[in-house]
C-alpha cells in the first residue's frame, strides 16, 4: 500500500475543497481507510473512516453534515468532499489505510498501517 492524498489548498471560510487518497498499491479494496488531521500543536484526530465495501462510515462530531468520505475500489482511491469549510478545520490531512477482514471501520489512528504523507487545508477567516 503507498497513499498519495492530494487537494489541499487555501480557500475562504465556507468554501469547499475535495481531497482525494490515491493508492499506487493497489491493494485498497482489502484495507479499510479513513481521513484524519493534525492541527499545529495538537494531535492527530480522526475525520472520517469507510470500510472496505464503503457501506459503512462514520465522521467526527465536528465534520457531520459538511464532510462526506467515499471510495472508488476501481479507481483504488479514497476522497473526502469538504463544505462549509470553517477555520478551525485548518489542519494538514492525511489518509489512512489498515488490512480489514471484514467490511467494518477502524476509529483509532493507531490501528492504522500506511500513511500518506499529508496535504495541507488552510481555511481563512
Known amino acids: 500500500v503507498q497513499l498519495q492524498a492530494s487537494g489541499g489548498g487555501l480557500v475562504q471560510a465556507g468554501g469547499s475543497l475535495k481531497l482525494s487518497c490515491a493508492d499506487s498499491?493497489?491493494?485498497?479494496?482489502?484495507?479499510?481507510m479513513g481521513w484524519f488531521r493534525q492541527a499545529p500543536g495538537k494531535e492527530r484526530d480522526i475525520v472520517a473512516v469507510i470500510s472496505r465495501t464503503g457501506g459503512n462510515t462514520y465522521y467526527a462530531d465536528s465534520v457531520k453534515g459538511r464532510f462526506t468520505i467515499s471510495r472508488d475500489n476501481a479507481k483504488n482511491a479514497m476522497y473526502l468532499v469538504m463544505n462549509s469549510l470553517k477555520p478551525e478545520d485548518t489542519a494538514v490531512y492525511y489518509c489512512?489505510?489498515?488490512?480489514?477482514?471484514?467490511?467494518?471501520?477502524?476509529?483509532?489512528?493507531?490501528?492504522?498501517?500506511?500513511w500518506g504523507q499529508g496535504t495541507l487545508v488552510t481555511v481563512s477567516s
Open positions: 498499491g493497489r491493494t485498497s479494496s482489502t484495507y479499510a
Open positions: 489512512a489505510a489498515a488490512p480489514a477482514y471484514g467490511d467494518y471501520v477502524l476509529r483509532d489512528r493507531y490501528q492504522y498501517d500506511y
